[in-house]
């Protein structure tokens, strides 16, 4: 198969969102990604755990 490669990483979102966990390309070119603050520990509140659309 040809095509691009992966390149050197790039750190994004660093302190944005928590802990960025799955990641999953959309039929619509957009990346879905979980991400998981709680993990059971604590007393969750609204926006802990999210699944955020990110665009390119």
């Not at 992966?6 to 990641?23: E, I, T, Y």
């Not at 039929?27 to 609204?46: A, E, F, I, M, Y």
């Amino acid at each position: 198969m040809k095509g691009k490669r992966a390149r050197k990483p790039r750190a994004f979102f660093v302190g944005d969102h928590g802990r960025l966990r799955s990641v999953v390309a959309a039929p619509d070119g957009t990346l879905w990604v979980t991400t998981s603050n709680r993990d059971g520990r604590g007393s969750p509140v609204d926006g802990d755990d999210r699944i955020l659309q990110i665009r390119p």
